[in-house]
């Protein structure tokens, strides 16, 4: 029987075996030979789970059906996630090199934390890991950010699987449309920007003064809208006032709809202009670093006060998790300005996590509309986004998608409040699980839950359930949803 959901599997994980490589080659590179076998063994794992998948779903080919897409994407996640934290479990627990974990749960929560570009991690001293560690982790953000996905987009069509259904599954928001007429080569298109944007910022890092291994890892981290760092205190540790804003301009950048990007590329400005989202993100990211800026201006120097509320207002509205500043040692004020941000999120058709721009802009004029209504009966009102009218037909799953969102927040709270932690803590970090955001508020174990601290004290149940909540997250719920949903009907069939 043709199984085109395995054949797709089986390609990516094919790429997945290749990108396995890289650190292995980083680890000869810096002779780190041990780090070597840690990424060829689960690479190795990985081409005979391929070899498998193409018994079973030979010849596969056609269209993924709507249903058989989300299906893929979730498939995909989970098995390279479980993939990626191999390294991280075979490096084991030893006192000479002070090992990287010694059990799974914290292995698959980095991985999944990775992939999805949360940037939460369980690791208290990310400076004494090799440097091949470092840089998977690096990686795996990369690679979680846009590229597998993007990746299958562009490769399946080659192999004859028609791969329509799955920009519905992957993409982020409400707009999920395709910026060319073939997917292949949107999904061109989309590698090929995330690709510059690297580069990009590689080389303005470097031209700052970083070296170049900080410099790649740190711009796989950025342009993912990922958290993870090679210094314990993330971007702060260098102390490098040109390093802050370069991350904090690509932060924004990461944050922005790609099609933006695209607009801008193919000489249509005034649609560009047009954009109703980017125009509220712009908005939201130049009146938060006001109002934060000036509450911290007391407390710190202009020019610190400007770069420190620039840079974290960045890192948490395109859920980077970056820490130039601990918001937590801030103002009441200002952290209640970095709170509203944890709950907005970035642009759709981003690398970005949260509710998305557009939902809140969406569900703002809807309610401008009713409060309209309220006052003017017989008056005629449409919702307009991006210069068009008429976009009524999205509130309800836009107010679905929402509702669905805040209970998944409040059902991992529940879940971390039953260890212990404080209410705080509890909805501060449910949130930024669920918002692929990284750091929160308050503290657990004695251990602080914000940009300076680490997730290594939360129960081993809750980081099982956070890793379920920054998957939920990163598949905009519905995914994982669908795939919960078919093997709860499997094992009733059976």
Sequence with gaps: MKDPVAIAISWMLTLAGGCLVAPAVVALACGEYRGIPLFLIPAAVCWLYVWRCRRVGRRAGGRLADRNAFLFVGKTWVVIMALGAIPLFLYGFSSTDKGLVDNI?????????????????????????????????????????????????????????????????????????????????????????????????????????????????????????????????????????????????????????????????????????????????????????????????????????????????????????????????????????????????GCSGSTSGGVKVVRWTVLWKQLRNDVAKLIHPHGVYTIRLDGEAGRESIVPSVSAFVFVYFMLVLLT?????????EIKAALTSSMSMVGNIGPAFGEFGGASLGPAGCYGTVAPYVKWVFSGAMLAGRLEIYTLLILVGDITSRKAEE
Aim: with cysteine; proline share 2%.
């Design 105 to 345: 749960t914290d292995a698959v929560f980095e991985s999944v934390s990775g992939f999805t570009a949360t940037g939460a991690t369980v690791f208290a001293d990310v400076e004494s890991f090799p440097k091949c560690i470092n840089f998977w982790r690096c990686m795996m953000h990369w690679l979680g950010g846009m590229g597998i996905i993007a990746l299958a987009l562009a490769v399946l069509p080659k192999v004859g699987i028609n791969t329509s259904a799955l920009m519905k599954a992957e993409a982020s928001g409400s707009d999920r449309g395709r910026l060319t007429v073939k997917i292949g080569d949107t999904a061109k298109v989309l590698i090929g920007i995330y690709f510059a944007m690297t580069v990009a910022e590689l080389m303005l890092l470097r031209f700052a003064g970083l070296g170049w291994f900080d410099s790649v890892c740190h711009a796989l981290s950025n342009t993912a809208t990922g958290g993870f760092s090679t210094r314990n205190e993330s971007i702060r540790a260098f102390g490098n006032p040109a390093v802050e804003w370069i991350c904090t301009v690509f932060m924004l950048a990461g944050a922005v709809n790609y099609a933006c990007y695209f607009m801008l590329l193919t000489g249509r400005f005034r649609k560009f202009l047009q954009n109703s989202e980017l125009r509220a993100f712009a908005l939201i990211v130049a009146v938060a670093t006001g109002v934060c800026t000036f509450v911290q201006w007391g407390r710190e120097p202009l020019a610190d006060a400007l770069r420190h509320c620039a840079f974290e207002v960045a890192a948490v509205i395109s859920t980077t998790g970056f820490m130039g500043s601990d918001y937590t040692e801030w103002a009441p004020a200002a952290q209640m300005v970095i709170f509203v941000l944890c709950v907005i999120g």
């Design 413 to 421: 709270a529940t879940a971390a409040a039953f260890s212990g932690m």
